[in-house]
């Protein structure tokens, strides 16, 4: 059972992270995925911001589902390298959505690009993400 099939069967249990992070999982289908996360206070810095990171880390687990929904039997991926440039923040108590899409999915490599918003008035990307991952070969 590869991680996609987990998680649609499991819901979120099926990744100990999104219990941590009290993470949603919304549409996996055809290279996009969605999953939604609400900021607590304690996923803030010292400025009271989100830390970078978990906008990161929301963008890299959506760019991963979508990438899982076009992986063949006995496929699984690794991350190569992932960028993430950060344009506006996000307050405790902000719900945020994020979203995955596949741009090339090859025999070796997968690119994917991952941005995360506010639920509400969604137009406002506050990160978008781009990151390579590595096709490989289940053992």
Known sequence: MNYLEKIRQSGRD??????????EIGDVCEGN????????????N?????????FTALAD???VLAIYSL???GEQI?????????????RAGDLLV????VIRK??????????????????????RSSAAFAVLKQR
């Not at 994020?98 to 899409?101: D, E, F, I, T, V």
Request: net charge negative.
């Open 14 to 23: 099926a990744n100990p992270f999104f219990r941590l992070m009290d993470i």
């Open 33 to 44: 995925a969605e999953i939604s996360m609400k900021v607590r206070p304690d996923m803030l």
């Open 46 to 54: 010292g400025e009271d911001w989100l830390q970078g990171g978990l």
């Open 61 to 63: 687990e959506a760019m």
């Open 71 to 73: 992986l063949a039997p």
């Open 78 to 90: 690794a991350t190569i390298s992932e960028t993430t440039t950060f344009i506006a923040g996000a």
């Open 98 to 101: 994020a979203s995955g899409r």
């Open 106 to 127: 090859g025999k070796r490599v997968a690119f994917a690009e991952g941005d995360v918003r506010h639920a509400e008035g969604g137009n406002v990307i506050l990160s």
